[in-house]
Antibody
Framework: EVQLVESGGDLAQPGGSLRLSCAAS????????MNWVRQAPGKGLEWVAS????????YYAVSVKGRFTISRDNSKNTLFLQMNGLRVEDTASYYC???????????WGQGTLVTVSS | DIQMTQSPSSLSASVGDRVTITCRAS??????LAWYQQKPGRVPNLLIY???TVQSGVPSRFSGSGFGTDFTLTISSLQPEDVATYYC?????????FGPGTKVDIK
């Protein structure tokens, strides 16, 4: 059974940093692209970033490019999202997701809440 | 970047009704289109990928069609448990944009 467990969500000040982690199990981690998707309270889904199975290819939404960094440690089956320069508008639940046979999402974690406020 | 739109933004239908949701891409995306269902207070769930391939375990009343720029998600007979917001997502190339969502309620 695929399991994705996020951690690291917290209250941060504008301009601050957080590092999200996602522990993955139940599948061959390095064979699948992984993604971060966020959802602000009461709003729709927003794709944030993706990384290929090897970690060699990354993609970012314009809204986070230059501030967030997606990475993975295939030896530890863990996905990361380093979030710097946080803004109030980054407040959201952040979901770790596993790709399918393509860059869509086949499995979702339960999410971790990031709140950016002074 | 390619923009994704959905229509309607919300709808209310009766149990047993046929429901159709439309997703449109501002440029062609071949069949690289996925649909997700998010029930209130729950994590999203993959329904369809490749525009028309139904994910294993998804009820047969859900179907998808389309190619290029215009796509549809159809619920052949709406059930109470289908109350949810439905999102499309393009995944031909980054950015892997989601549509704004369509909220489905029971009349």
């Amino acid at each position: 059974e695929v399991q994705l467990v996020e951690s690291g969500g917290d209250l941060a000040q504008p301009g601050g940093s957080l590092r999200l982690s996602c522990a993955a199990s139940g599948f061959t981690f390095n064979s699948y692209a992984m993604n971060w998707v966020r959802q602000a309270p009461g709003k729709g889904l927003e794709w944030v970033a993706s990384v290929s199975g090897s970690g060699g290819t990354t993609y970012y939404a314009v809204s986070v490019k230059g501030r967030f960094t997606i990475s993975r440690d295939n030896s530890k089956n863990t996905l990361f999202l380093q979030m710097n320069g946080l803004r109030v508008e980054d407040t959201a639940s952040y979901y770790c997701t596993k790709g399918g046979a393509g860059w869509y999402t086949k499995h979702w974690g339960q999410g971790t809440l990031v709140t950016v406020s002074s | 970047d390619i923009q994704m739109t959905q229509s309607p933004s919300s709808l209310s239908a009766s149990v047993g009704d046929r429901v159709t949701i439309t997703c449109r891409a501002s440029q062609g995306i071949s069949n690289y289109l996925a649909w997700y269902q998010q029930k209130p207070g729950r994590v999203p769930n993959l329904l369809i990928y490749g525009a028309s391939t139904v994910q294993s375990g998804v009820p047969s009343r859900f179907s998808g069609s389309g190619f290029g720029t215009d796509f549809t998600l159809t619920i052949s007979s709406l059930q109470p448990e289908d109350v949810a917001t439905y999102y499309c997502q393009k995944y031909n190339s980054a950015p892997f944009t989601f549509g704004p969502g369509t909220k489905v309620d029971i009349k």
